[in-house]
């Protein structure tokens, strides 16, 4: 059970409830069925039905759909402590796919081991009810990116958003983090060409912003950063359990 009271997942979760022995052996249970995939290749696909959902441990996973032309838009970035296709699970299926940036490392997770730790414990039911609501929110800043702010203020909001979420689960911090992303991806999922990703990125690193370089961002002026974007964090609720 160490390993899991360190996990992602329980960092993340522990941002809403402190969670009990109990709790943290319901969801050592819940990563009982540890699998690895590959880069590129699917979890999930569009449409798909009777699927398990995933417990992300480590590396990144983005969320898409492809249109009838065959063009893509990026919904969401996956991380550590991020569960994929919990939706599509209860839903029963999938409206969108998944596929691992990088070589990845998930726990299976079958409707039925949901439904029956939900019966266990309901606080930790209500913990991950909690992520489910933190990440329609993320969607819906998104949505607001896309359609409201420039490109300047979508890519350092983007940015900011992705650190605030890696800082809470040990693997980001105020000075950067570690990030896979292409600038294929962020086009996909900013609403942009990968040739204005390099553009506005270069503004960005020569106004003494923020550098995305060989997969690393390096945050030089968060305060100004967040002006430019407007960033206000409340919406990823990362104060503190509001269970104890």
């Known amino acids: 059970m160490n390993a899991v009271a360190h996990s992602p997942l329980t960092r993340k979760l522990s941002a809403f409830v402190a969670l009990s022995e109990a709790e943290l052996a319901v969801l050592e249970r819940l990563h009982n069925r540890r699998r690895s995939f590959v880069a590129g290749q699917d979890l999930v696909h569009q449409g798909q039905s009777d699927q398990a959902a995933y417990i992300l441990s480590e590396g990144w996973v983005c969320s898409y759909k492809i249109q009838a032309d065959g063009s893509r838009q990026i919904v969401d970035f996956q991380i550590p402590g991020d569960f994929l296709g919990l939706r599509s699970v209860l839903l029963r299926t999938s409206d969108h796919s998944f596929e691992p940036i990088e070589d990845i490392q998930a726990a299976e997770v079958l409707a039925s081991d949901l439904l029956q730790?939900?019966?266990e414990t309901p606080r930790l039911a209500t913990a991950i009810l909690w992520a489910a609501s933190r990440d329609e929110a993320m969607v819906v800043e998104h949505l607001v990116g896309i359609g409201r702010r420039d490109a300047d203020a979508r890519m350092a909001h983007f940015l900011l958003e992705l650190g605030s979420r890696l800082a809470l689960v040990g693997i980001g911090s105020r000075e950067g983090y570690d990030c896979p992303l292409t600038q294929y991806h962020l086009a996909d999922a900013l609403g942009m060409s990968a040739v204005h990703v390099n553009r506005v990125l270069r503004q960005l690193r020569e106004r003494g912003l923020v550098t995305f370089r060989e997969g690393r961002v390096t945050f030089h002026?968060?305060?100004r950063l967040a002006d430019l974007a407007e960033f206000d964090p409340g919406y990823l609720?990362?104060?503190?359990?509001?269970?104890k």
């Open 237 to 243: 609720d990362n104060v503190g359990p509001l269970l």
């Open 117 to 119: 730790a939900f019966a």
């Open 221 to 223: 002026d968060l305060e």
